[in-house]
């Protein structure tokens, strides 16, 4: 049975951040490998700054290559929009649950919120979550304190957004540290977020 821990994100780049954080879980943790789940460009509310889903997946691609324990997923492109992680796990369960077993990788900030997601109540029944620490406000919900199917990762804390960096690159400031050379390369050519 394959570990597998989804980190879920837009990736709009995918930065260093990112891939120290999904290094740290398959070096460090039980899991086996970490599968970046690209969220789609959601039909109902177009974000001008959010790249094609394509030209997403293909920097999460190019700054994986690398690391044969991190593999890029599209899987969330071909299912019904919005989508809900609870309906993505199932459709992962349904096609890979045999030799594969699920795990969710969130941020702290997340996990702050996680009491306002769709089922989360049977995402914690049935998954296993691993949390990294983020700079945050607000609390955790006293639910998930010492909950047994919850994780903390002691990850290195990562204040890079991808946002930030878009914000930069436009502005003319030198971002190229911040990403996989992979990916500056790849956005560098297609004249991205400029």
Do not use: C
């Amino acid at each position: 049975m394959k570990k597998v821990g989804l980190f879920f994100g837009t990736f709009n780049p995918i930065h260093i951040g990112h891939l120290a954080i999904a290094n740290h879980l398959v070096e460090f943790s039980d899991l086996d490998e970490v599968w970046f789940v690209i969220t789609p460009q959601s039909p109902f509310k177009v974000k001008q700054s959010l790249l094609d889903n394509n030209h997403r997946y293909q920097m999460v691609f190019e700054a994986v290559q690398d690391y044969p324990k991190l593999k890029p997923s599209k899987i969330e492109f071909d299912l019904p929009q919005p989508n809900y992680t609870t309906n993505t796990l199932a459709h992962l369960d349904d096609n890979y649950g045999k030799d594969h077993q699920f795990s969710l990788i969130m941020g702290e900030d997340n996990l702050k919120g996680f009491h306002k997601w769709k089922n989360y109540e049977t995402i914690l029944e049935q998954y296993s979550i691993y949390v990294y620490p983020r700079v945050s406000e607000g609390k955790v919900e006293h639910q998930f304190k010492g909950h047994p199917k919850i994780s903390r990762v002691d990850a290195p804390i990562m204040e890079i957004s991808s946002t930030f960096i878009r914000k930069a690159h436009k502005a003319g400031k030198n971002i190229r540290p911040l990403l996989p050379n992979t990916v500056w390369k790849y956005m560098d050519e297609m004249n991205f977020y400029r």
